[in-house]
């Protein structure tokens, strides 16, 4: 995306532990996209986690993902608390729920997509049950890619897959950060013009797992629903990285206020002595 269709759609970013998240709410995410999409301004959506936060601060090669996309979403309540604390006004926009904001929305009605994620018959079933529930939906193709690095021939499939497709919007489900990794070797390749790494989109709009409640949301513990779900798979991840994350940023805001008491009593001591 250049870089004054950015600055004029989503100028504000905050930062978490060096992820720099667009300060937006629904609505603003959805005005980016939608402009993006008529304008053919190609770039992928991140939404960030604290799991892609953390996972960033060991892979530098994460961190210039998050930074060279089009939009970087905060996907979990910790990353608005810290985006509000920064004096943002901002809400959680997560990858699941923008799924559908924007297959279900009337300005997206023309737009085509594609599904590219999931176990094998995946992405069948969740076409399948998309389109159920919003009769007008144009998905154009699917693709399951390997869990494993893909060979030459598996690139070229999806590859002419896509461009046979010819989708505006591909949606990625690999979970974080296999498909922030995904969308920024592929994007140049693929004949689209946005795609949205939705992590767990898959699982939850074919019923695999099931969505938090809203309050759960709200009060920033849908980790402690899904660890519940897959404990086996997401202990690690939740409780090991949460209160590292928790201690991080506090240390990060502890370092900009001796920055801020500095920085002022750098501009005061002149003027005291005249």
């Known amino acids: 995306m250049k870089e004054s269709l950015r600055n004029t759609l989503s100028p504000q970013r905050i930062d978490v532990l060096g992820v720099h998240a667009h300060a937006l709410d629904i609505a603003s995410a959805k005005s980016v ?13 991140c939404f960030a986690s604290v799991h ?12 210039k993902i998050y930074d060279e996309a089009m939009v970087v979403a905060p996907d979990g309540m910790p990353l608005v608390w810290v985006g509000r604390m920064q004096g943002h006004a901002m809400e959680r926009v997560a990858g699941p729920e923008m799924m559908l904001e924007v297959m279900g929305g009337a300005e997206f009605r023309d737009c085509t997509h594609f599904l ?31 869990f494993r690095p893909m060979k030459f ?14 989708p505006d919007i591909i949606w990625v489900g690999l979970g974080a950060p296999k498909q922030e990794h995904f969308m920024a070797r ?20 074919t019923g695999r797992i099931s969505d938090s409640p809203r309050w759960v949301k709200r009060a920033g513990l849908q980790w402690a629903h899904r660890l519940m779900q897959e404990p086996t798979r997401l202990w690690r991840r939740y409780l090991l990285r949460n209160p590292s994350f928790i201690i991080r940023v506090a240390l990060q805001f502890l370092r900009s206020g001796r920055r801020a008491s500095l920085q002022t009593s750098e501009i005061k001591t002149p003027q005291g002595a005249l």
Do not use: W
């Not at 892609?52 to 961190?63: F, W």
């Not at 094998?120 to 699917?142: Q, Y």
């Open 33 to 45: 996209f939608h402009t993006a999409i008529k304008r053919h301004n190609k770039g992928y959506v």
């Open 52 to 63: 892609g936060v953390m996972e960033a601060q060991s892979d530098p090669g994460l961190m």
């Open 116 to 146: 590219c994620g999931g176990e094998p018959g995946m992405a069948e079933e969740l076409r399948d049950k998309l389109v159920a529930r919003f009769p007008h939906l144009k998905i154009t193709g699917i693709f399951t890619p390997p």
């Open 153 to 166: 021939d598996e690139e070229r499939a999806l590859i002419e897959s896509v461009h046979r497709a010819q």
């Open 186 to 205: 592929y994007l140049p390749l693929l004949d689209t013009t946005l795609m949205m790494g939705v992590g767990a989109a898959f699982l939850l709009h």
